[in-house]
T-cell receptor
Framework: AQRVTQPEKLLSVFKGAPVELKCNYS??????LFWYVQYSRQRLQLLLR??SRESIKGFTADLNKGETSFHLKKPFAQEEDSAMYYC???????????FGTGTLLAVQP | GAGVSQSPSNKVTEKGKDVELRCDPI?????LYWYRQRLGQGLEFLIY????????KSGLPSDRFSAERTGESVSTLTIQRTQQEDSAVYLC????????????FGPGTRLTVT
């Protein structure tokens, strides 16, 4: 079955602390994974995708096929990082995205 | 340029009524997707259009749900005989094509069935 699991509904950290948002997936083929972010009163937008291997706003994510994980990391959290983060899996040729339930990141001053 | 737009932004309807939700994709985007987000849950895929054909309808939860798309432009999601469990935010996304293109999301329509 194709599934994305984000075990934490809420992650609260202090400004300047490291952040790791967990994401695990279940997929039999070659996965394509994404992180989407939704800031308050804004629409859902793409943060990064694993094939780009880039850092966006200081965030990185590495695909670990052995652990079937795609955790999102940032070494030093900023208050403006507070948002809802969704991990998503593109399910092969169907092009649809399968989303996790999301993690609310709250960065305290 | 303009992003994906959806209307109405909010809709309250009585159980048993039909509703139509509209999505205007970004001009030139051939692929269009509908998703649903119920309270406390992730986004669920409903249907995917490439042009005006729908090669993947696997996410439509029942035959009360249908969608159509005119050419490579506006799409309408119709829910007949609404039920309370249909209450959710309905999101539309478009992309320039299939494959590795990013999906751009609209602001969503919040549907409340009373």
């Amino acid at each position: 079955a194709q599934r994305v699991t984000q075990p934490e509904k809420l992650l609260s950290v202090f400004k300047g602390a490291p952040v790791e948002l967990k994401c695990n997936y279940s997929y039999s083929g070659s996965p394509e994974l994404f992180w989407y972010v939704q800031y308050s009163r804004q629409r859902l937008q793409l943060l990064l995708r694993h094939i780009s291997r880039e850092s966006i706003k200081g965030f990185t994510a590495d695909l670990n096929k052995g652990e079937t994980s795609f955790h999102l990391k940032k070494p030093f959290a900023q208050e403006e990082d507070s948002a809802m983060y969704y991990c998503a899996l593109r399910a092969g040729a169907t092009n649809k995205l399968i989303f996790g339930t999301g993690t609310l990141l709250a960065v305290q001053p | 340029g303009a992003g994906v737009s959806q209307s109405p932004s909010n809709k309250v309807t009585e159980k048993g009524k039909d509703v139509e939700l509209r999505c205007d994709p970004i001009s030139g985007h051939t692929a269009l997707y509908w998703y649903r987000q119920r309270l406390g849950q992730g986004l669920e895929f409903l249907i995917y259009f490439q042009g005006n054909s729908a090669p993947d309808k696997s996410g439509l939860p029942s035959d009360r749900f249908s969608a159509e798309r005119t050419g490579e432009s506006v799409s309408t999601l119709t829910i007949q005989r609404t039920q309370q469990e249909d209450s959710a935010v309905y999101l539309c996304a478009s992309s320039p094509g299939t494959g590795f293109y990013e999906q751009y999301f609209g602001p969503g329509t919040r549907l409340t069935v009373t």
